[in-house]
């Protein structure tokens, strides 16, 4: 695996929809309509089929699912056999939220068990079969649109070869890519054979008036300054919309998006993904789940701190320095499960067969039971239930002036999992290599955030503890 690029990118899980001029925005609106409009009219023929009429609670309930599903997830990129799976992976975890939120309130005894029942496979299925309908009609709807927009790439380097290769790739696009411009020698670029060289740059401009190009997406590098203002000097005189390709190999996006300071227009290149309404989500979120997990598993904290006292002297919890938000040092809390309680400057990291990790101490870590007071660090607002492991002080002085971007993580809160850990880089990290590995995770987790990978890093963390015994 490419340390730096994870091969099972968080892009592939969060809800995240290309937009803008790579996108498609009618499509883009009708599957923003499309998963909340399914749920919200199964239900209505559900209930109406065997009540015999729309009763008010049914009603109610479809605006509340309408309301927890907008906008829908676009899914015309994926196979079938990704969209079905998908469709019943969210749905899942919609109808989690209902049910407990029935219970809780009480308010589930206001609906037939038998509409209930029948709505829980109904929704899935009117679901993909709305997603497949779509599939089918999208041709049609580009059509109505108009020919194809033209598009030419400024730059054969890594940056443009990868833009190009994505625009072909995908599905259902307006764009047409004519090909690229460079000045340099065809010896020197690593030409793919489906993409055309089209000429140098100072043929670009009579191209583009020539040809109607409507987008030109400049993949110079940003060393190159005098060019790329040279370029677009000669573009003044044409009317395509033009676009810059970051170079990757300069710096790495995280959240990147546009804004304005006091009335001066502003890209953030870092940024947190917790701003605004996200931040809203993240932090209900994370109340609501820790409230529920705590209430569940309370019997298991009352038997561990009885089991910590039975085994070894010391406290039951032990708390240590870690750097939370802004890299401002928190107490994290944690089921004792060592013989000593070390703090200090150094820090040895346990290991295989560790002589100060006690009998209860080595099933707890072994489980990640240790981890479970850390729920309590959420409500108190100083972690999330996802989101970077916190690694203690001493450790974090080590890596921050060894791994590039490390203290990038410390943008977000820290989290008891993390796509990292999901993902095998769980335990000991005895090598740069490894701690690197964890680091490109975390950083691949704030570019991609959405509650819908939170949802999915939770459910794979329990069949993680199950399977994984990488922690000791």
Sequence with gaps: MDEANPTYSASTVSNHRTQGPLGNNTLSAVEAILDPAALALSLWFV?????????????????????????????????????AIDVLYSWFWVALLLLFLGFATGYIGAFSSQVLITWLWVAPLSQAGTHLMLRAVAPYLLMLQGPPQRAIIVGMNEQGVTLASRILETRYSKIELSGFFDDRDQSRLNQPANIHLLGRLRELPGFVKKNRIQFIYLSLPMASQPRILHVLDELKDTTASIYFVPDMFVTDLIQSRSGTVCGTPVISVCESPFTGFNGIIKRSSDIILSLLILALISPVLLIVAAAIKLDSSGPIIFKQRRYGLDGEEMLVYKFRSMRVCEDGETIRQAHKGDSRITRVGAFLRTNSLDELPQFMN???????????????????????????????????????????????????????????????????????????????????????????????
């Excluded at 015999?52 to 899914?75: E, N, Q």
């Excluded at 690694?391 to 990292?420: C, D, F, Q, S």
Aim: hydrophobic share 40%; net charge positive; proline share 5%.
């Design 47 to 83: 209930s109406t089929g065997i009540e015999g009429d729309l009763l008010p609670p049914y009603l109610i309930l479809a605006v509340i699912v309408f309301s927890i599903t907008f906008p829908g997830i676009s899914r015309l990129q994926s196979s079938v056999t990704a969209l």
């Design 378 to 472: 959420v409500l108190q607002g100083r972690m999330s239930i996802v989101g970077p492991r916190p690694h203690a002080v001493a450790h974090n002085e080590i890596y921050r002036n060894l791994i590039k971007g490390y203290m990038i993580r410390h943008k977000v809160k820290p989290g008891i999992t993390g796509w990292a850990q999901v993902n095998g880089c769980r335990g000991e990290t005895r090598t740069l290599d490894k701690m690197q590995a964890r680091i490109d995770h975390d950083l691949d987790y704030l570019r991609n955030w959405s509650l819908r990978l939170d949802l999915h890093i939770i459910f794979k963390t329990v069949l993680v503890v199950f399977k994984d015994r990488a922690a000791y």
